[in-house]
């Protein structure tokens, strides 16, 4: 028996890497990068017409931001979850579910303009403007709205998702504009200044994921590698065990940007 325990733990413990190896392999990623085709929209400019902080600082209008190479920022991508259904979650998410999203009121605008939060998560709201700006954060998806004054901070647990980005709004400073999206999972993303995404350790299969910007709202008919996107701004994508999926260079038509 004692001759046999060696190898009987040798044996476990293959099987115990083999495991392993097969939930780190039931995994993949997808990214790719939005580009604008076409002369981008002229924004109006804001009307910011309260606090000599504010007025000083001239926000901008963040409704359409094309960046670096024409990359579009600020697209929103995230997987669809039926209701009723769920996804597994990547253990790698866990630690990220125990840490506060911060959205700031800094230099009179939101920071991030558009936020992601995980239900369950805390979402704290922060001011880094100084005195004596004091700015309120109207979140109508949480029924929250604080007063929150220069250095000061609220925090609240975010209690349910949004099918579509949710308005966020100061209305002290009426110009003040973002968008939150809550969701059960992590699967979700923002375009960055160039354009691009990049959403990783989603479980493998067929995927339902929203494309969207506040300027258009649903992005349809987008072609990217291997398929497009319908009315609504969904397609079904798959994802690869071990794999990251390219979509490539994401083309959105200037002339759908323009504000509604």
Known sequence: MRKLLPA??????????????ASADGWGSIKGRFVVKGTPPKLAPLVVNKDEYCINKMPKNESVVVGKNDGLENVVVYLRVPLGSSVDVNPEYEAELKKPVVLDNKGCSFTPHIALVRVGQELKI??????????????????????????????????????LPSPVQCNIHTWMKGYLLAQSHPYMA?????GSFEIKDIPAGKHEFQFWHEAPGYLRNLKFKG???????????????????????ITVPAAVLVQR
């Open 190 to 194: 923002v375009s960055g200044n160039d």
């Open 126 to 163: 922060e001011n880094s403007d100084p005195p004596p700006v004091s700015h309120n954060t109207n979140i109508s998806l949480l029924a929250f709205n604080p007063i929150v004054p220069p250095g000061g901070s609220a925090e609240v647990k975010v209690t349910k998702d949004s099918p």
């Open 227 to 249: 398929g497009t996107t319908d009315r609504r701004g969904r397609a079904k994508i798959t994802i690869s065990a071990g794999k990251t999926l390219d979509l490539g260079d």
């Open 8 to 21: 009987l733990l040798c044996g476990l413990l293959a099987v115990l890497v083999i495991v392993s190896a």
